[in-house]
């Protein structure tokens, strides 16, 4: 049955088909009665949260025309959580989508009424996972819809200071010209300036000192 759990995986068979992108079985699985659009796996993530963090944008919008909640929070994965890229895997839909880079299933949700600023347990924003991951796309299309450009992670860091960490120069730019704070201070009381300055060189950091200077002065 479609609501039924693999005793292996945990995952019941709808969490599975959408996480595989199985659009002809999710929608089957859509037309049974008592099917559980809001199941969680170990991490706490739904089934339109999977389908979001692996791409499957068709699987998105049955899973939420069906009624699918938007704004679940994902836990962090406490055995991966300072790990390659699954530190930055806890958060809504919208995160999760965010940080794989899935344009078309970010546009979806956000079609949707996909909360911009929800942040995930460190207080990362969407915003700010684009800007650590460099999908400069993505963040325009956050920043059309409302995301707050200078909020501040639980270490006060913004996606300014993410993009700069980064070294990604476009994406600088790209935050700059929408109106970046310059001024904003970590938890350690750096603005982005300092905290550049103080990384090792790199072929990019005379660039973005550079730029972050022009834009002071």
């Given amino acids: 049955m479609g609501g039924g759990a693999s005793k292996e995986s945990k995952y019941t068979t709808l969490m599975l088909a959408s996480e595989e992108g199985q659009t002809e079985t999710v929608a089957k699985l859509l037309g049974e009665e008592g099917v559980d659009l809001e199941a969680t796996d170990h991490l706490g993530r739904t089934a339109v949260m999977l389908a979001a963090q692996a ?20 836990k962090p994965d406490k055995k991966h959580n300072n790990k390659g890229e ?4 806890n958060g809504t839909a919208l995160f999760l989508a965010t940080a794989m880079g899935h344009v078309e299933v970010v546009n979806v949700l956000l079609e949707k009424g996909a909360n911009v ?4 347990v460190h207080k990362v924003t969407a915003l700010m996972v684009a800007a650590k991951k460099g999908h ?3 963040a325009t299309t956050l920043l059309n819809k409302g995301a707050a450009i200078n909020a501040q992670d639980k270490n006060g860091k913004t996606a300014l200071m993410f993009a700069c960490k980064k070294g990604d120069t476009s994406f600088v730019k790209a935050l700059l010209d929408k109106g970046a704070d310059l001024n904003a201070l970590d938890k350690k009381g750096n603005t982005v300036l300092t905290n550049v300055e103080a990384e090792p060189w790199t072929e990019w950091k005379e660039d973005i000192v550079a ?3 022009a834009r002071a002065s």
């Fill in 211 to 213: 730029m972050l200077k």
């Fill in 136 to 138: 400069i796309d993505i």
């Fill in 86 to 89: 699954k530190k930055d895997l």
């Fill in 55 to 74: 791409g499957h944008a068709a699987s998105v919008k049955l899973l939420l025309d069906k009624g699918a909640q938007l704004e679940t929070l994902s």
């Fill in 117 to 120: 600023e929800a942040p995930n």
